[in-house]
């Protein structure tokens, strides 16, 4: 059973970087039919796609966000990251990194099938 | 970009069908995703590809997209479906993921 864990700091300060890390356990992170993105969810409000990375280190950002996101891909540890640089007190919310399934007839990432717990970061001084 | 429009409430009596809709433009073409997501938890799920569905869930739960509108449908709505949907497309012509604003189901 795949399972995706969230870490990293619950309160960061405004104008700094936002990171997180996505540890992938029950399956390789190099496995050729997923992708692996991360999500937000301001409290309260409904749920916002950040980006999306595949093992080779293929991304694809919210153009929203494009200017201050960066995913990256450890496969030597199984695990995948997210910096959100410049935050505000718009970016708090919970964070959630989860797995996309590579669609063979699609040849496209097509749906999260398995989610992280979630994490809260706070942006507040 | 592509917009996913949901309707933001839907209420529906027990026993009762729930239908909630997510239009986008010639939404036919895209391959629809949902999601339910209960307070405090992540989403789950639902439906993929436009009508499948995963493993674990009921039958009961259903989906169809033509035209400028996808629906998920619910039969028999129980207490426990209370929850907020999500639907979600893959938009190719971009490479974004979409969401729709999502739906507040109320169990009268």
């Known amino acids: 059973q795949l399972h995706l864990q969230e870490s990293g700091p619950g309160l960061v300060k405004p104008s700094e970087t936002l990171s997180l890390t996505c540890t992938v356990s029950?399956?390789?992170?190099?496995?050729?039919?997923?992708?692996w993105g991360w999500i937000r969810q301001p409290p309260g409000k409904g749920l916002e796609w950040i980006g999306t990375?595949?093992?080779?280190?293929?991304?694809y950002y919210n153009p929203s966000l494009n200017t201050r996101v960066t995913i990256s891909v450890d496969t030597s540890k199984n695990q995948f990251s997210l910096k959100l640089s410049s935050v505000t007190a718009a970016d708090t919310a919970v964070y959630y990194c989860?797995?996309?399934?590579?669609?063979?007839?699609?040849?496209?990432?097509?749906?999260?099938?398995?989610w992280g717990q979630g994490t809260l970061v706070t942006v507040s001084s | 970009s592509y917009v996913l429009t949901q309707p933001p409430s839907v209420s529906v009596a027990p026993g009762k069908t729930a239908r909630i809709t997510c239009g986008g433009a010639?939404?036919?073409?895209?391959?629809v995703h949902w999601y339910q997501q209960k307070p405090g938890q992540a989403p789950v799920l639902v439906i993929y590809?436009?009508?499948d569905r995963p493993s674990g869930i009921p039958e009961r739960f259903s989906g169809s997209n033509s035209g400028n509108t996808a629906t998920l449908t619910i039969s028999r709505v129980e207490a426990g479906d209370e929850a907020d949907y999500y639907c979600?497309?893959?938009?190719?012509?971009?490479?974004?993921?979409?969401f729709g604003g999502g739906t507040k189901l109320t169990v009268l």
């Open positions: 010639n939404i036919e073409t895209q391959t």
């Open positions: 029950g399956d390789s992170i190099s496995s050729s039919s997923s992708y």
């Open positions: 590809y436009d009508y």
């Open positions: 989860a797995r996309l399934e590579f669609g063979v007839v699609s040849a496209r990432p097509d749906y999260f099938d398995y």
């Open positions: 990375i595949y093992y080779s280190g293929s991304a």
């Open positions: 979600q497309v893959w938009d190719s012509a971009t490479d974004h993921l979409v």
